[in-house]
DNA sequence: TGGTCAACTTGATTCCGGTCAAGGCAAGAA
DNA sequence: TTCTTGCCTTGACCGGAATCAAGTTGACCA
């Protein structure tokens, strides 16, 4: 981006000073930007009728969000809440239109985003759909770790409370401890708390019960 | 879209005449533009490492499809394949891409219907994490009948065969009957072959086991 | 006329994961 | 210290939907 662009959306942009538990947007709410969040995570999250939740993103500093809702003219269709004390931004969706007028460059990266987005959703709902709950707890631990280190310990940090995590992959937090004790039990993983030890990748990774 | 902007698209626009079962595309793919179908039906469709397939979207005539792909980089996450003999347009990559650069408001039509397709995908995840399989079939059939008929019966016609809709609605095709059985039985639908006709709207819309 | 095949239904049984209930444990407050 | 409170774990039990198996029906073809 030019120095003259980023001035004209910091124009349109303000900071948010968010405690845990505040909520960013409900659901129904109507759009008015899109969201970066600086520290702190965000989630992403549905209420059914009876009151149940289901986690569908967990935000993470340096990812944006909301953006989607932006070019819909609908209202939000999740709600946002933040999950520790967060600083987050909000960009006018004014600025936004007025770029992808100006910049085709920009309107790209703008479509290219949202393609991401689409296309993590139908991961979701892959996972959803054909994978047991084991194996999305397996797909999570093993996340964004493409890279061939078997044979190395992995450590890895849970992004959040394990209720939270459990939401988002559709099981209950009970399910949830049950399995991480199944995958303990089979020597392949050490829970300490938050911090998650992989004891072998490539045996996680086609372990099939 | 200005006539000259038609004949630019109509360019890089080719015919596919689908046999029933043909494969438009596989998942993983090259992406080289999108599809609109004229007549008969496609599927887009996942399917898992067993051999399970999830229908995740059935596409009418007059609808597109693959446009998010094209700004992805990625190769496609779906498979395509004709439900039924079918004509469809390919229209190519390079068309699209040109119109972006020249023209903002294609650029922001193209940014809405990404949009859209991720607030379906987004209920997708609702109902797949939220709903039971009874909820599931009973929006499905109440699905664009927004509009209030009340006390009127209402006749719709199965768009796919069972088995398709029930992979579409994440249900086995046994659930599935059992289910349009026992709405059958509770006098709120009556089923004949393909034909439904939904007896009572309201008593279906807030019907709870 | 019967044969075959796909689509669908129905019944019996199984099992994954949810629900309910109880308890552990660490951190902070009184 | 003891009492919360939130978070997590564990156990017992249950139920919704899948699976397995056996028909039924209708369309098309030989």
Redesign the pocket.
């Known amino acids: 981006m030019s120095p003259e662009e980023v001035e004209r959306i910091a124009q349109g942009t303000r900071e948010l000073h968010l405690a845990r538990g505040d909520v960013l947007f409900q659901r129904g709410d109507h759009c008015t930007g899109f969201h970066v969040v600086i520290h702190g995570k965000v989630k992403l999250a549905l209420i059914s009728p009876q009151g149940?939740e289901k986690v569908l993103e967990i935000i993470d500093p340096g990812q944006s969000f909301g953006e989607a809702v932006m070019f819909m003219g609908k209202p939000y269709p999740v709600y946002a809440q933040a999950l520790t004390d967060s600083l987050a931004l909000h960009i006018n969706k004014n600025v936004i239109v007025g770029g992808i007028e100006s910049d085709p460059a920009f309107c790209r990266k703008m479509l290219a985003g949202l393609s991401i987005r689409l296309h993590r959703m139908i991961q979701n709902v892959e996972s959803l759909s054909l994978r047991?709950?084991?194996?999305?707890v397996i797909d999570y631990l093993l996340h964004d770790l493409e890279e061939i280190k078997n044979g190395q310990d992995v450590h890895i940090s849970?992004s959040a409370?394990?209720?939270?995590i459990a939401s988002n992959l559709?099981?209950?937090?009970?399910?949830?401890?049950?399995?991480?004790?199944n995958l303990s039990d089979a020597g392949l993983i050490h829970?300490e708390?938050?911090d998650v030890c992989i004891k072998d990748v490539s045996k996680l990774r086609t372990y099939d019960k």
Chains 1, 2 share one sequence.
């Open positions: 149940l047991s709950s084991e194996q999305r849970l409370n394990k209720n939270v559709n099981i209950t937090p009970e399910t949830f401890s049950r399995i991480l004790h829970v708390g938050k």
